[in-house]
């Protein structure tokens, strides 16, 4: 743990200069940078009453979350050729988190195979080509730019309605795919 990094970032988020936060400890300025720069280590004392200046507590300063993941490159992708069809899962082991979110894509009158009914709901978004979705025994015809939704009680599936590739970002909750 960078100690001294993590002062300096709570006491911008807090909005104070070191001279600020020194005055609020009995500390100087000076002793303030030393730490921040890792110059310097306080005692438990000093650090208990530089972290309650800066509203936190030695529990929470020192609690060791781990990092959420935020952004996913197109080289941690999943893809799979299945039957004309390329499924690209954009988030690796979606399957343990409330949505997943997959590209699809469809040769010229190519299909998903059929989805029995589940629970949850279905979202997606078209960005090439026609497409239908088949819920139940109805069809809905959804287009490049448009959007479509539905909660997932009826079987379902999508087949490719236009002469070339389809295109569509397909997210279900929960994961389902």
């Known amino acids: 743990m960078d100690l001294g990094e ?14 600020e ?18 110059l310097n280590s306080p ?9 309650f200046a800066l ?8 609690r060791e979350e781990p990092e959420e993941k935020v952004v996913f490159t197109k080289e ?20 343990k988190n409330m949505l997943e979110p ?12 059929g989805d029995i009914p589940h629970e949850g709901e279905e979202f997606g978004y078209v960005l090439e080509g026609k497409i239908a979705i088949v819920l139940g025994n109805k069809q809905h015809i959804c287009k490049k730019g448009e959007a479509f939704y539905y ?15 389809a295109k569509f970002l397909w997210i279900s909750t929960p994961p389902n795919f």
């Open 6 to 19: 993590k002062i300096k970032r709570m006491r911008n988020q807090k909005g104070l200069t070191q001279e």
């Open 76 to 95: 941690e992708f999943i893809e799979k050729d299945s039957d004309g069809v390329l499924w690209h899962w954009l988030i690796p082991n979606a399957q």
């Open 151 to 165: 909660t997932a009680s009826k079987p379902h599936s999508i087949l490719n309605k236009g002469s070339g590739k």
């Open 55 to 62: 509203g936190s507590n030695l529990s929470e300063f020192f």
């Open 102 to 113: 997959v590209l699809v894509e469809l040769v010229a009158n190519g299909s998903t195979s």
């Open 43 to 51: 005692s438990i004392a000093t650090l208990t009453d530089i972290l």
């Open 21 to 38: 936060l020194a005055d609020r400890c009995e500390l100087t300025k000076g002793y303030i940078s030393q730490l921040e720069n890792d």
